[in-house]
């Protein structure tokens, strides 16, 4: 496709399920990110792949957290255990890095509601 | 850790004003600055991105200057219209190949 998409659009669960959440970024993209909106804060950084170099996990909030990257394209994002805590707006984005340019095109999200 | 702060939180104008949004970053190593909107319920839409080398982008009625050593940044909207209405949020890329973001201003441009 033409932009990222991502999957579902909406995912509502009981507190203590486990959830997929799925990044397709656009095509030819080396880099993913994951990024998490809450209700009145800030986005914040979650997860960064590149290519097959070792992705920076240093925004996951906790351990329950986890994300891999099949084959250098679709992303899966996998909370644990969920809690309460974890509602909140999970974001995709890919990017093409160049040299001093770094532009990120983010997917429509996923909204997450933990009950 | 750099900090990201976005001035006002929410504006209203009137449709044909011009206005100017503003950002501002703790860590002036960056390498680029990024302007996204949001419309509600929906994802980020890239706007501009303003390399650190680099003084100002523009696009259509839209332009974004850097000041990387003030921490600065604007978005001028020239002519506002209704369509413009949506959160405008600021991003600094700052070496660790993550965004980081200001918590947006929501702009209303009323008809």
């Known amino acids: 496709g033409a932009g990222v998409s991502q999957s579902p659009s909406n995912k509502v669960t009981e507190k203590g399920k486990d959830v997929e959440l799925r990044c397709d970024p656009i095509?030819?993209?080396?880099?993913l990110y994951w990024y998490r909106q809450s209700l009145g804060q800030g986005l914040e950084f979650l997860i960064y792949?590149?290519?097959?170099?070792?992705?920076?996990k240093s925004g996951l909030p906790s351990d329950r957290f986890s994300a891999e990257r099949t084959g250098g394209s679709v992303s899966t994002l996998t909370i644990q255990r969920t809690q309460q805590e974890d509602s909140a707006v999970y974001l995709c984005a890919s990017s093409l890095p160049l040299t001093g340019a770094n532009e990120q095109f983010f997917g429509p999200g996923t909204r997450l509601t933990v009950l | 850790k750099q900090e990201v702060t976005q001035i006002p939180a929410a504006l209203s104008v009137p449709e044909g004003e011009n206005l100017v949004l503003n950002c501002s970053f703790t860590?002036?190593?960056?390498?680029?600055l990024q302007w996204f909107r949001q419309d509600p319920g929906k994802g980020l839409t890239s706007l501009l991105l303003?390399?650190?080398?680099?003084r100002e982008q523009t696009s259509g009625r839209l332009n974004a200057s850097l000041d990387k050593s003030s921490g600065r940044s604007t978005l001028y909207i020239a002519a506002s219209q209704p369509g413009d209405s949506a959160t405008y949020l600021c991003a600094v890329e700052a070496g660790a190949n993550n965004l980081f973001f200001g918590t947006g201003t929501r702009l209303t441009v009323i008809p």
């Open positions: 860590d002036s190593a960056i390498y680029n």
């Open positions: 095509s030819g993209h080396t880099a």
């Open positions: 792949f590149q290519g097959n170099s070792a992705p920076d």
């Open positions: 303003i390399q650190s080398s680099q």
